[in-house]
């Protein structure tokens, strides 16, 4: 199983197999064709607003640093040195003028170049060509910013494709269109493969049953979006293509602002009025309805409702996944604590969602130990219908997303 894998094989319409979460083999070819040759999120670019600031990153298991130049333009830069491959930058955030590595003194500078070179009369090369290795593609889309090491990965407005207006959706909860992720990263590590988490996170199954003890103890916007019966469930899941999918809770959304743990929005007239000025009263007060969106942006970004997520996979049993509030810029103090609180309540340390999450992914990882199973994934393929713009919509119960998900890693897998 672990050398060339039949992909068209162990990935069907309606099942896949145990091996592509445990094979070395198929985790060092996800790496390959999805890492390294398509498009990666790779951080906000509120989180490196001046030139110089820098913030270090892993795409897939390469350490990069995503800063901004002396001139404010994006970069991301392998984060090794050209002449022994140390770590060049072990700080998680700063602001630097270069970089220089602690190994032999070598100094670049923000865009890459070799500047300085200690004892150079024993140096023979030429400096324009030992410089750090900036990856080609870096972009951005409100903000959020993603990277490829392959030049001919194509434009990220084809990658994210439907996704846009996702993310415009989120952007939309700021009166001012921007978010900022200014609060901090929490790390948490799974002992399970790293396509269990974008999976799990928008199935819509798993909440009754996963959740259980959350929802007998504390009432919350996902009683009417995840645990009614089935008939009564309204929230949605959606395929957007490229494996980009959601859990559209916002038709089950009566009252304003109760994603966020409200009855009304009556709290925040400020917020209220900053939005009707931005964006007009009917979109506004749809916006303050309908909520956030709770999207993954294949492969490894996951906008969490009001908190941003990222999968970092650390081999075929083990990731990591960070997570930080979604801050929103031009509205109260008061409003990003209250989001802030949230995400701590949702997924940080002692939060309620989170370990429940990470123990069935644990579990379900032990359970394939073997790589010798077949995981369904039927369930709703009768009921699923077609959406505008060549997207699939389910039951939120159903698997609509995972088939996905696992559709465009076929295709990406099989190349």
Known sequence: MDSSPDYSRLIQSDSVHASLYTSQAVYREELEKIFYRGWVYVGHESEIPHPGDFVRRNIGEEPVILLRDRKGELRVLKNRCSHRANLICSDGKGNAKNFMCPYHGWVFSLDGQLLDVPYPQGFSRDKSESGL??????DSYQGFVFASFNAGAGTLDAHLGNAKQVIDRAVAMSPVGRIKLTAGWVKHKFYANWKMLPENDTDGYHVNFVHASFAKVLRSHYDDAALQAEEDLESETIDWGNG???LNLGPSYKNEMVWLGYTDASRFP??????????????????LRAGPPHTVIFPNLFIAEMNIVMFEPRGPNECVQWHTPMLLEGVSDDLNERI?????????????????DGTISERQQIALKSGNAWLDISRGEQREKEGPGDIRVGHVTDETTNRGFWKHYRRL???
Not at 270 to 280: C, I, S
Request: hydrophobic content about 45%; overall charge negative.
């Open 270 to 287: 400020g917020y209220v009025a900053a939005l009707e000025q931005a964006y007009g009263h009917g979109r506004a007060h749809e916006t």
């Open 413 to 415: 897998l099989s190349r």
């Open 133 to 138: 290795v900036a990856l080609p593609l870096v």
């Open 340 to 356: 802030l609180r949230q995400c701590e309540a949702a997924l940080g340390p002692a939060g309620f969602l989170l370990a429940d």
């Open 244 to 246: 980009h999918t959601e």
